[in-house]
């Protein structure tokens, strides 16, 4: 059944670069599913946010990876409409650029991901907001991982692909925090609670949303079992560290603050499957 509701539909240009073809059939279901639907082509983040802001009562509709669909529910923030609006998104892009969506429930082909779209159902997902308005999904993790980071943009690969891709890695690699010790020297707060301070060295801190709280798990180098805790508020501050928060690194900053906020997204996931009929048993004659 076609949607009640008219849709703005937002194709991100790197999904129009990468797969064309399956933007186009994304589209198609969904103006062949719904009455009413305005397809925006932006060239950027600020096109995108105009026509966001502009959208009146249609719902979005974002067609692109998990970079596209972090930054409107970004905005959505901003504009303090998040949760007045349900959003809903067809991954299209690389494997490892769309994990976050289909970690959220969401299909990761566009026929499926747009039939979702028209006939799913609104699920509601804890998010994580910092002090500087970014957003947080899936998880976070400091330091990042620079292996992943290279398997999501191509790696050593690129360095076969022409002047373009050594430009990429160039890039990748002054992007990249400099050669340390294996270890982060960070300080670890939640809800006031110092859990790691400075002078105790941090394999690994990571925060992910659920339950309406920050599940928080420090690692330090000078204990065997890592230190846990959840909070409403985490606070971490360490000498210019870089995180990664769900498909994006960020940094290097001195200190960042992220507070859960329970049940904030709305978006379109597929319909709940009908419960299982236990079969007849044949009646004795």
Known sequence: ??????????????????????????RDVLTAGSPAVKVCLPDGPEEAARALARR???????????????????????????????LSVVPVGRPGSVALAGTLGVPLDAVNAARTVLE???????????DS??????????????EERERRDGGPDDQARGPLGRCRSLVRTL???????????????????LLTDLDSPVERV????????????????SQDGPVRARARTVTVSGPHFRYRADAVVSGPVLT?????HPSALRLTVPPAAPPAVPPQRARPA
């Open 256 to 260: 960042r603050t992220w507070t859960a």
């Open 133 to 146: 308005g970014g957003v947080v999904l899936g998880g976070l993790r400091i330091p990042p991982l620079h």
């Open 1 to 26: 059944m076609p949607v009640p509701h008219p849709l703005l539909v937002l194709v991100d240009p790197v999904a129009r670069r990468t797969d064309g073809e399956s933007v186009r059939i994304a």
């Open 120 to 130: 799913g159902r609104e699920r509601r997902f804890d998010l994580l907001i910092d």
């Open 206 to 221: 990571s925060l992910t949303p659920g339950d309406g709280l920050v599940d928080v798990v420090v690692r330090r180098r």
């Open 56 to 86: 009146g009562r249609r719902r979005p509709v974002v067609i692109g990876d998990d970079r596209a669909l972090l930054r409107a529910v970004r905005l959505l923030h901003l504009e303090r409409d998040l949760a007045h609006c349900a």
């Open 175 to 193: 992007a990249r925090p400099a050669p340390g010790p294996g270890a982060a020297r960070l300080r670890v707060e939640a809800d006031g609670v």
